[in-house]
């Protein structure tokens, strides 16, 4: 009877033994599995950032070259709104000069036609 219960134990613990050594084998192949998933998702992530960089590095090229351009057109806008400016004022010069000898010449005008008279 003792001996039947030995081995009734020990075809037992053969059996659980059996079953821990497959659930083992189960648990290192999901490990393994999830290893190759962890490795996936970080090369994902890595080029998912270097697009990213790559992506706005782009947009900051783009924007600093359309600024360079905007800043461009406003400066030559600027330039041209002082020369018309400038020959604004050299006409108006020109023309208070003009004026100017012309009432110069009434004067003269008048200033003889009072002597003659």
Do not use: P, W
């Amino acid at each position: 009877m003792v001996t039947d219960l030995n081995s009734k134990v020990e075809h037992g613990m053969i059996e659980k033994q059996s079953q821990l050594d497959r659930l083992d084998g189960n648990m290192s192949e999901e490990v393994r599995l999830l290893n190759q998933e962890i490795e996936k998702m970080k090369s994902t992530q890595k080029s998912l950032e270097n697009k990213i960089e790559s992506d706005l590095s782009s947009v900051a090229k783009a924007t600093k070259s359309q600024y360079g351009r905007l800043r461009g057109e406003c400066m030559d806008g600027f330039k041209t709104l002082q020369e018309s400016i400038d020959t604004m004022h050299s006409i108006l010069d020109s023309k208070i000069h003009l004026i100017e000898e012309e009432i110069h010449s009434e004067i003269k005008r008048a200033m003889k036609t009072v002597i003659v008279t």
